[in-house]
């Protein structure tokens, strides 16, 4: 849904699964037309064999100057505009809104079909909007550089969107940040645990290799519960793992998943029959999946190719620094309940410390490195200025970073607090991180 | 087709993990060649179609069908509809266009696929009801048809026997049919019809008719050079979807396109010239553009001097004057002369230099211009006969009255059925339809009834409303709401309609008539240069018989009790008349069985087998 | 034609008014020399043109009527040629200082049909409100932006609707669409996907108020999608706030409407219709006035040559 730059997929209302225009493929099966083009009264709409020169597709591709939409995207489209207008065919050249010429923002599919179905003539509309959609009166977007007399001129001029596409509102909402964050604690204990291990640092008890293995296993188990509770179609999981597409993140992710519990899960088992060689193996390829599981997230995000926000390669660090970051938080937290060695508490402080000053120079190297597109632009004002502002300057990076530094540079007593702050901020800069490109319209 | 599976899903599936999606061993055969496509379904598998389910894509779920050819009935337009009725379940599940339609060619616009939104609304009209409250209380109860028929026919005898013929009138919004109703009320001797007409085209009609006797263009915009719309008929409009086509093919082919609107309508925005003109100051452009083909020798001079009277004018208007052709051509320069696009410009806000080139462009155009008015600036203004007139004055001033490409009356491009029976023309004259102020109106002044009731003119026993909606579509709604409430202005009123309205609120019958897939009729209208007949049936009564499914009336194969006028009129007609006295059951009679009540197959039958002849 | 549908009778049809007599309908005819009709038994049945006898049109010439007599005869001399009439809405009826403004209520969508088509829920769904077109210029000037609301004064009432501010229309003119506004009582049933809850109130006297309850909203049906409507703006009515005006000639209602636009006042809320059927009445009897009176020439109550929806017997149309 989020790889398509077109917005072209929604999840059906009946079905409870993506469905897109598929050109009428059980149609054209059986050698019908497409039913657009075989109802249009002004013959608008033209399809064929763009390979037989004599068709009529191949003529008017030979002799009219077309267009496509997204063509930096590279998805090859094969729907080609004859005099595309381009304020019809970008959806950045004009403004989404709730109340077109004769309806409303279209949000008939989706969520919000599902939301209305639940809550039919008890909550209203404006709660839904609110909870779901982009265009929510809130949500109005800053423009870029408005200062700028040529940018103002052309505001002026600038087209009127009168009717839109169904919008497919918030897809990625709580679950998909608050799985981003167990699975960073999943793997970030693990990955700490054995830096702490290789490092020598004193402390790498029986005990606690236990516990993390546990805390593991743990918040694998809610990240794979968050998972499917995602999906609008929870068996359609099972296709994830049965009918993968090897070059899908998804499937990938799917997998490192379930590889890192499986390994995770044979070192307990060595942990228990204390077979010494068993936990040596599978801690190491704990640790390998465990990296998956830190990072993949990214490539997945990148995936999504009509999301330019998040197509950068800051991304992998980001996860990763993530990773360790939770993991160190929760150790913190472990270290109320487990006593840890002094050596071992430091090594923990000092991993918190070092990753989260490597978030806020990561953050800020993301955010303002020149961003090429209009959309990634707007992410970032909105990030910065606009909507997510204060949940991104007082939320993440003020709660989240700034004040668990300081606390632990002033007073590691209270390490815990920072930790929880720790906590919090990685799920509020990755809910922002997700929800914010979503918010842009793209068709 | 593309898809690899991979061994896990290979395992999967045989497991039962997933469902297999294994490739279906016996696909439906494609009926073209790869890389061809065609539109419909061969009408000779239209029996037994079997097809794919679109929402059961990748399944390759199969769907046995019957298809029924019907007509549309959301516009006047008639465009062709087939009906895909599942075999499994017996019911509708889609409508398509049906390309053996000669206007619409197998092309619709939205609400003709939309017909299954209202034949499947799951609050609709099922059942007819009767008031059991106040009139417009909004109490109903369910009641047979049988006591419905009963008591309308007591009512409407006794006004016949009292001779209180002007009391029973039936009003109709949307006709969608040919000449049925006309019988109907002739049968019965009243002067009874009342329409919407008077709120749609009256104006247009009374200004073509005027110059030739047909009340209404029918434009060959298929091979024009040059089009003068003031309408939006790319986009809406009565037969918007046959005449979108056809101005569209007439552009590919080269033709220009000229909107006076004074709104940016879809159809403008695709001109060649938008021509925004002050509301009613359309007239003034016209005659500028008149004015233009005249001084600068534009006009076509062997149709004007034949075919214009304008002998009649030099004698009527300048008595003394030889009646030369150049005569007139001074005089009416002379009469013309302050229609300059300079005034035009001023009254309307077009340019003049548009006018004088959208002229210019007409005038080459010669016999191929192509024009419409229907609505509109003609129904909008005082005086907005006067904009078809003035447009119309175009096409006679360029000889392309009748011509290839260019504007028809409408009368040459449609086809009038002959009837079983023709009832002799009533002798009595309604002047609460047409009443004495307005001897020239095009048609009845409906819009007034509330007043003309209010004034006392004149009082209605029985009313029927059908497929009408005044207290919403109409002006002034609430005069419409005082009169229906008030039952000794109208002592019953029975609403006729497939869908709830503003109006059946206040009825004291609501029948429940059927949608274009639920009734019959004839249908002909002038979309092109052409004459075509269409016919609309009730599908799943044809689908009955196709099955050999026995059944009496329509309503009964219909959802609910849904029935269909034709032998709601007949039934009714024959029970005002239960012994013949009245002479209305003559016009009944079965004309293929001595004695009998016609029945609707026999009707139609009749008509069609003349057609055929 | 159970089968197909429909069919052709001819593929094309032109210039019809050539079309000879037969020498069947030319026996026992005379050809008028000045102006070459052909009558038979009194009645018109063609032309001669040059040398051919031919059908030409219905019309007393058998012509096309530049000049109409039939005007002249039935006391309107001024228009028997083409001729410009001054609208009721012409910018001298129009004080544009007091916020006057023609309102083009007329025009219609595409997806809709009158309000036939209130209950096809994926028409509803594609259109369900009818804004107020104005242009940027006319909006500035009132100082209102797209969705502020105004109160539209006719001469019998008003109505409040929203503005689309827009510059696909002439400036000095409101536009509406038609199809849109439709509406039930809390008693009423049924097009729950078009209409929105009203209430009626009979305030005496004629004046009527219109107050709207609820705007659309999802409800549990048979058909799921019922529950998942998420549209709620339902539109105004605005034809129950216009007069009539019936054309004295044509009988046409005359659909522009001269109303007042300004900002809705502060007790108004979108939807609000207010209307007086008694100044209804009075505008009626205003437009009645400028009416010439049958009988024409002869008694009649209309020219015979004139088509008539269901034509009585041609005695019927002499006053007796």
Redesign the interface.
């Known amino acids: 849904m989020q790889a398509c730059p077109y917005d072209a997929l929604y999840i059906d209302?009946?079905?409870h699964t993506a469905a897109k225009c598929?050109y009428?493929?059980?149609?054209?099966?059986?050698?019908?037309?497409p039913?657009c083009v075989?109802?249009?009264?002004?013959?608008a709409i033209i399809?064929?064999?763009m390979?037989?020169p004599n068709?009529e597709i191949a003529q008017l591709l030979a002799r009219e100057q077309v267009t496509v939409r997204k063509p930096e995207k590279y998805t090859g489209p094969n729907v080609f505009y004859i005099n595309g207008d381009s304020a019809s065919l970008t959806p950045s050249e004009t403004d989404r809104q709730d109340?077109y010429?004769?309806?409303?923002q279209?949000?008939?599919v989706g969520h919000?079909?599902r939301f209305?179905?639940k809550t039919?003539?008890r909550k209203t509309?404006e709660d839904?909007v609110n909870e779901l959609s982009p265009s929510s009166r809130e949500m109005s977007f800053p423009p870029i550089n408005p200062k700028r007399s040529v940018e103002v001129l052309m505001e002026k001029a600038k087209a009127?969107r009168v009717?839109d596409t169904p919008d497919k509102g918030i897809l990625w909402g709580w679950e998909v940040a608050g799985y981003v964050l167990t699975k960073a604690i999943s793997s970030g204990v693990i990955l700490l645990l054995v830096m702490a291990d290789l490092l020598g640092v004193k402390g790498v008890t029986q005990e606690v290799e236990y516990t993390t293995v546990f805390i593991s296993l743990f918040f694998l188990l809610l990240t794979g519960i968050l998972l499917v509770k995602d999906l609008d179609q929870p068996k359609r999981f099972?296709?994830v793992?049965?009918?993968?597409h090897?070059n899908s993140w998804l499937v990938r992710g799917g997998y490192s998943i379930t590889f890192f519990g499986l390994f995770v899960s044979v070192w307990l088992f060595g942990l228990y029959f204390n077979i010494e060689s068993v936990v040596l193996v599978a801690r190491w390829l704990s640790v390998l999946a465990g990296l998956m599981v830190a990072v993949y997230t990214a490539f997945l995000f990148a995936q999504a190719k009509g999301r330019d926000f998040w197509q950068s390669p800051m991304l992998v660090l980001h996860m990763l620094v993530h990773s360790l970051m939770a993991g160190s938080a929760f150790f913190v937290l472990i270290g109320l309940v487990v006593a840890f060695s002094p050596s071992m508490n430091g090594f923990i402080l000092l991993i918190l410390k070092i990753s989260t000053v490597v978030n806020v120079i990561l953050i800020g190297i993301e955010l303002s490195v020149p961003h090429a597109t209009h959309d990634s632009k707007s992410v970032v004002e909105m990030i910065l200025k606009g909507n997510y502002s204060k949940l991104f300057w007082i939320g993440a990076m003020l709660l989240g970073n700034i004040i668990p530094v300081l606390i632990l540079f002033v007073n590691p007593q209270w390490a815990f607090t920072s930790a929880l702050f720790v906590l919090s901020g990685i799920y509020v800069t990755e809910k922002i991180w997700i929800e914010a490109p979503q918010r842009i319209s793209l068709t | 087709m593309g898809h690899q599976p991979t061994f896990i899903e290979k395992i999967a599936e045989k497991v039962g993990l997933i469902p297999t999606l294994r490739a279906d061993e016996s696909p439906l055969p494609s009926l073209t060649e790869p890389g061809k496509l065609q539109g419909f379904p061969p009408p000779e598998k239209w029996d037994d179609w079997e097809e794919y389910e679109a929402t059961g894509w990748a399944r390759k779920e199969k769907k046995k069908y019957s298809i029924v050819p019907t007509t549309c009935f959301n516009c006047e337009s008639a465009c062709g509809l087939l009906a895909y009725i599942d075999k499994t379940t017996g019911a509708v599940r889609k409508f398509e266009g049906n390309p053996y339609h000669p206007a619409s060619r197998g092309r619709n616009c939205a609400k003709g696929p939309a017909t299954i939104n209202q034949i499947t609304d799951p609050e609709r009209i099922l059942y007819p009801l009767k008031r059991t409250g106040e009139r417009g209380e909004g109490k109903w109860e369910r009641v047979s048809w049988d006591n419905v028929l009963d008591d309308i026919a007591g009512k409407i005898r006794k006004a016949l026997q009292e001779k209180r013929h002007n009391e029973v009138a039936y009003h109709v919004g949307r006709p969608g049919h040919e000449g049925y109703m006309d019988r109907v009320l002739k049968s019965w001797g009243i002067d009874g019809h009342n329409s919407h007409t008077n709120v749609c085209s009256s104006g247009a009609r009374f200004g073509y008719n005027l110059w030739h006797g047909y009340d209404r263009p029918s434009p060959d915009h298929a091979n024009a050079d040059f089009i003068l719309l003031i309408s939006a008929h790319l986009e809406s409009g009565h037969y918007f979807n046959p005449h979108a086509q056809r101005i569209i093919e007439g552009m590919m082919a080269g033709a220009k396109l000229a909107v006076m609107d004074p709104r940016l309508s879809n159809t403008a925005s695709m001109a060649n010239y938008w021509m925004p003109s002050y509301p009613g100051s359309e007239a003034a452009v016209l005659l500028a553009m008149a004015k233009i083909l005249i001084d600068e020798n534009l006009y076509n001079r062997d149709f004007v001097e034949n075919w214009v009277n304008w002998k009649e004018y030099l004698e009527h208007d300048h008595p003394g004057t030889s009646l030369t052709f150049e005569n007139f051509i001074t005089k009416l320069k002379e009469v013309y002369t302050e229609y300059t696009p300079e005034f035009a410009e001023n009254e309307s806000g077009v340019k003049a230099e548009m006018i004088i080139n959208v002229s210019r462009e007409i005038g080459k155009a010669g016999s191929r211009f192509a024009t419409h008015n229907w609505r509109a600036a003609g129904s909008g203004n005082l005086g907005g006969w006067a904009v078809a007139r003035c447009l119309h004055f175009l096409n006679v001033l360029t000889g392309s009255v009748g011509t290839v490409g260019g504007t028809s009356p409408s009368a040459w491009n449609k086809f009038k059925p002959n009837f079983f029976d023709n009832p002799p023309a009533q002798k009595f004259w309604n002047e609460l339809h047409f009443p004495k102020e307005y001897p020239l109106a095009f048609f009845e002044m409906s819009f007034l009834l509330p007043h003309f009731l209010k004034e006392g003119r004149g009082k209605l026993d029985v009313y029927f409303t059908r497929v009408f909606n005044p207290v919403w579509t109409y002006p002034d709604g609430f005069s419409w709401i005082e009169a229906l409430t008030d039952k000794s202005k109208i002592g019953m009123h029975i609403a006729l309609t497939p869908t709830w309205n503003e109006t059946a609120y206040y009825a004291d019958y609501v029948l429940p008539m059927g949608h274009a897939s639920e009734r019959h009729d004839i249908n002909s209208y002038e979309t092109h240069s052409g004459v075509w007949i269409a016919f609309r049936q009730p599908v799943l009564r044809e689908a009955a018989r196709r099955n050999g499914k026995p059944f009496t009336f329509t309503y009964e194969v219909n959802p609910g009790e849904v029935w269909e006028e034709d032998e709601f009129w007949i039934e009714l007609s024959w029970r005002i008349d239960p012994d013949g006295s009245l002479g209305i059951r003559d016009h009944f009679k079965s004309p293929y069985r001595k004695e009998e009540k016609i029945t609707v197959d026999e009707y139609y039958q009749f008509i069609l087998n003349i057609l055929k002849a | 034609m159970r089968k197909y549908g429909a069919f052709e009778v001819e593929n094309s049809s032109y210039e019809m008014h050539l079309k000879k007599l037969s020498e069947n309908e030319l026996s026992n005819s005379s050809t008028d020399i000045d102006n070459g009709i052909i009558t038979k038994n009194g009645k018109a049945i063609g032309v001669k043109v040059g040398n051919e006898m031919v059908v030409g049109f219905p019309t007393p010439s058998r012509k096309q009527e530049f000049f109409s007599q039939t005007m002249n005869e039935w006391k309107w001399p001024e228009y028997t040629i083409p001729t410009y009439i001054k609208s009721h809405v012409h910018p001298e009826k129009i004080d544009q200082s007091k916020g006057e403004f023609p309102l083009l209520p007329t025009f219609r969508l595409p997806v809709l049909i009158h309000s036939r088509s209130g209950n096809a829920k994926w028409l509803a769904e594609i259109a369900n409100r009818n804004p107020i077109w104005i242009h940027t210029s006319d909006a500035a000037n009132l100082g209102l932006k797209t969705g502020d609301m105004v109160r539209m004064t006719t001469e019998i009432g008003y109505f409040v609707d929203k503005i689309w501010v827009t510059e696909s229309i002439k400036p000095g003119i409101v536009a509406c669409s038609h199809h849109i506004g439709r509406w039930r009582r809390q008693q009423d049933e049924g097009n729950r996907w078009a209409t929105q809850t009203v209430a009626i109130e009979n305030q005496g006297d004629g004046k009527w108020k219109m107050k709207k309850l609820k705007g659309i909203r999802p409800f549990k049906s048979a058909d799921k999608d019922s529950s998942r409507i998420f549209w709620s703006d339902g539109g105004v009515h605005q034809n129950i706030t216009h007069a009539v005006h019936p054309d004295p000639i044509s009988g046409m209602h005359c659909w522009h409407q001269k109303v007042k636009v300004e900002v809705a006042h502060p007790e108004d809320q979108y939807g609000d219709i207010f209307v007086d059927t008694n100044k209804s009445h009075e505008v009626y009897k205003e437009w009645l006035k400028m009416t010439r009176p049958a009988p024409g020439p002869n008694g009649l109550r209309r020219p015979l040559w004139f088509a008539r929806a269901l034509r009585p017997d041609d005695e019927a149309f002499y006053i007796k």
């Not at chain 1, 075989?38 to 013959?43: A, D």
Request: with cysteine.
């Open positions: 209302p009946d079905t598929n009428c493929a059980h149609r054209v099966d059986i050698g019908l037309e039913a075989n109802v249009c009264p002004e013959h399809s064929g064999d390979d037989d068709s109340q010429i004769w309806g409303s279209n949000k008939g919000y079909a209305l179905e039919t003539d509309f839904m009127k009717y099972l296709y793992l049965l009918r993968p090897w």
